[in-house]
């Protein structure tokens, strides 16, 4: 079968379409968020700029948001743990009055197209995760503060934090209306933190989540959607005593590092980062990522922070994480990634052997965090990704986890040619199912993954022998096998690829962090595209017109 | 808000809709398969008619199937079980020379809307867990002989049985061609079962799953594809050696009953079966399932057989199975379901402390298991259902389990009223997640399940303390608060229920089972839903077409 790249023309009808979204801001640069830092402690203040949505076209009124207030959200989070590591709890506020956060912004999600809708989602799932990851792996507890209604996404937020103290005033609700005034799913991990986070019972949650004007006070507390309620008057009061509790003032000395802008060099072929290229083939609908190696494995100081911001690793992994964000939003059409390193095999294992021995001081523990999550990043890209190991490359350990990490690993057969694992590659970095790549690859053969897991080097025999790689051509067949594949995968449906390779890519135990973006997201993924919802009479369309809603009740 | 309902206009276009499906047969009607038992062991040979099919309009060549097929193998899986004990291995074969099963057929699949598609898929799904069901719990063990070709459907099919013997013929392979013939996922559980079930490493199932024309011979066990393969002039031998090496002679001298017709009397207003009766208010899309309670706990006999196809509890829950599954296929507009009883509480009880007492009975460990299935296809039905405890009924025990299973549970406050737990609300019927209902809805705290499993009588106050009952009205507020209740649920969006429901009805651990039906289906649900696959120009739509698919490359 030969297929054809449709025109535009075909394309979701009058969709606002985002050509080019920057991933990177900072504090200065903040329009919908403050965030003051005082010792020990932080508030991060949501005061949304109505005007100063990514697209023209809505307002976000009432503390709503869309994918640019979320981005400064995330970039908060990182900056917390990187530029404020004295910090150790962390309110969430509203500088409105009686109204924490209405949540997404519906007319942002009603006029965006599909694919947006779904990248959004993925985005801010992935920021609400890294607050989650900052209590557990960090010690920076967030506590939301809600000192009025908080709604929707609003409440999916406070859901992420490990306290959430709601204000009793006989107005202030939490809830989920999403179901009953939009037809589609609070799809920010809303439903699976109540049921699986907080153990809400399911005909509470039932109850809850189809209950438009949401649940205040002692029952709000009592049904486990809140954890604690406190009176206008005492509401300060009542959110600074948790943080007392929760505030450890021993870390409070601890100086952080600056981030600075990564600033790559663009064109249309290429993203040129320090560490990282990214090449793309947008007729082709392929893209490369080519890793450079460290090129020195510098030793790491007793204050290891005084490594900074051009820390390799942290530097790298900042670049492929924006390369990863940009590579989603901003080429949608490109199918197919091919991961490719160069650089010396040695160095990287030498670096990883520092990182490893110096992962209880607070910097490279947070460097490695960050590796984690942009390792998780790249598990959940919508794309293809095939690691190509050529002569030269650099897969060793921490860079070996980006091949691990891709759907088939093609190495080529050469006398030359090595690949290693390492220490890191041994459980630094799970996946959201919590296990490492080595041992979700051998989930039926955990003996293989152990054996693995002290190091090992392997030219592509032995790899092959090992089960490291999918494919090790030789020489004559390098080229027209590769050829092949690529040719082969950038011809089928990018639909059946996403929804395979969200089955297949997580073998093993399922967490919440999976059933969000395996359960939860596929569900909502579906009802953005049905009729009932998107349709010119769905209830996300018509949201805030005068029409109602108009449903096909076939039950699916 | 208000809704209306959409008229038939409105719907998709041109859709074949199946007006009303029976899902009774026996093997004398079996147009599709030939059930052939002999003593210890069985031959359930497929041979599709193609001119058998549900509906007119496509051919079900090279043993391709459709529901027709299906549930009469569904029927045979649960006849072997009950007609048939004293089988311990029943192969799975096709009559046709050089092809096993081609699958699902494509043109049935192209030319159903999308509600057909998906509760095709999940009664597919269901046989496929019953006949590993089967294996697990009725030591009845399915070995696939795939003497020939098997493909798509087919080889998910085999997936289910506990060894795949294939012939090694240079010819003969097991394949995934949807994603790269049809656009979208081996969604029976196929891709689920390969990462999950044989374990197959990762990259591997990704390059079997977009290799159309399969894999075969030794390369096929190396990839853990099949567990053997043997030469054609070898194949009777190398199958009936591994029956052989399974048949269990000892159990060979049970005697099975017969399951009689349950052939209930039918109306436009209702499905009245001998302990159930189904009334269908179309008109409000309102249905409510009526339980009758056993009219007295008959002592079970030495050899408990002898109760047969009558045995109260085995009838009614057949009762409910065809009920649901009627549900499903029959009324798609019907959005809620009530669930009623009338009889005595104590009653329930004494049976199912007979049940409990005699579970070592291969009957009774039938009818047990048959309950479990039946409560699990209540868990799995695309409707809202909501318990209504009043006086008279006899939510007790076993029966108490359909309330368990219910969304919401509304109990009158009343000084008659009871319900009771018992014995077999502790783990006698687990949901998919492994869980009993009890202990996944109090999933948070499972001494509060635990308090509960011993069993106890509860009045509504009792209940409503006891976090049995989602809300306990008292006389006054009955009517009107179930009034509301009602018209409220079924004024919402059925896809956002239904997505709800799939996620909240599922909380803790998840299974295989799990995953093919929250995450393995809730993508293909969404690829159904994609003009890649079903638009004009789609894959699956102009299968066997001479134009090629047109695909929107982006990526979501």
Redesign the interface.
């Known amino acids: ?6 025109d535009a023309a ?2 979701d009808n009058g969709a606002a379409r985002l050509m080019s979204v920057k991933f990177e801001t900072d504090p200065a640069r903040y329009r919908h968020w403050k965030l003051e830092t005082e010792r020990d402690r932080a508030r991060l203040v949501m005061k949304v700029d109505e005007a100063g949505g990514l697209s023209p076209g809505y307002a976000l009124k009432l503390n709503s948001y869309d994918l640019a207030v979320d981005l400064e959200l995330a970039d908060a989070v990182t900056r917390l743990r990187f530029e404020h590591p004295g910090v150790s709890v962390i309110t969430l506020e509203s500088a409105l009055e009686g109204m924490f956060c209405a949540g997404a912004n519906i007319f942002m999600l009603a006029h965006s197209d ?2 947006f809708k ?2 959004f989602c993925k985005f801010t799932n992935e920021t609400r995760l890294a607050i989650e990851d900052a209590a557990a792996n960090s010690g920076q507890h967030y506590i939301a503060a809600l000192n009025g209604t908080c709604s929707g996404g609003g409440y999916e937020l406070a859901l992420a934090c490990g306290e959430i103290i709601l204000v009793d005033d006989r107005r202030s609700a939490v809830s989920l209306p ?8 609070p799809g920010t991990g809303g ?2 933190r ?3 986070k ?2 809400v ?7 809850f ?2 209950l438009a004007e949401g649940v205040r006070g002692e029952r709000a507390v009592k049904w ?1 959607l809140v954890d604690a309620v406190a009176p206008r008057s005492r509401f300060n009061e009542a959110v600074g005593e948790r943080v007392a509790s929760l505030v450890d003032p021993k870390r409070a000395g601890r100086a952080g590092i600056a981030l600075d802008a990564l600033a790559p060099a663009e064109s249309e072929a290429e993203i040129r980062y320090r560490h990282l290229t990214l090449r793309l083939d947008q007729a082709r ?1 392929l893209a490369e990522l080519m890793v450079a190696g460290p090129a020195n494995a510098p030793a790491i100081p007793a204050a290891a922070a005084a490594l900074g911001a051009d820390f390799y690793p942290l530097r790298l992994f900042r670049e492929i994480d924006d390369a990863l964000l940009r590579l989603r939003f901003n080429y ?4 197919l990634v091919l991961i490719k390193s160069a650089g010396g095999l040695e160095r990287v294992l030498e670096l990883d052997r520092a990182l490893w021995e110096r992962r209880d001081d607070w910097f490279i523990n947070e460097t490695l965090l960050m590796m984690k999550r942009v390792f998780k990043r790249l598990d959940l890209t ?2 293809s990704f095939f690691a190509l190991i050529e002569p030269g490359s650099c897969f060793a350990g921490s860079l070996f986890e980006l091949a691990l990490a ?4 093609y190495m080529k057969a050469d006398v030359e040619g090595r690949i290693a694992t390492g220490v890191l590659n041994a459980g630094t970095f799970p996946m959201g199912n919590g296990l490492s790549r080595l041992r ?6 955990p003996t293989r993954a152990a054996a693995l897991e002290p190091g090992g080097r392997f030219d592509a025999e032995a790899a092959l022998a090992a ?1 490291l790689v ?1 494919a090790a051509p030789d020489e004559l067949d390098w080229e027209e096998e590769l050829r092949l594949a690529v040719s ?2 950038l011809s ?14 997580f ?4 967490t919440m962090e ?2 969000i973006f ?3 997201s ?6 953005f ?2 009729p ?2 998107v349709g010119e ?1 769905g ?1 996300l369309k018509l949201y805030g017109q005068p029409q ?9």
């Open positions: 079968m030969h297929f054809r790249l449709v075909s394309r599909h694919g779904v990248n999403e179901i009953a005034y939009l037809g589609v799913l439903l699976t109540l049921v699986d907080r153990k019972r399911r005909d509470l949650a039932d109850v989540a189809t486990g609908r949608p059409e490109i199918g919508a794309k891709a759907d088939r690993i979700t690859r051998f989930i039926g053969a089960g999918t082969e995968r089928l449906s990018p639909d059946a690829l996403t929804g395979m390779e969200a089955n297949i890519r073998a093993g135990p399922e999976t059933r395996g359960r939860l596929a569900w909502q993924n579906w009802i595209q049905r009932n919802a009479r209830a109602s809603p108009q449903f096909d009740y076939r039950r699916t």
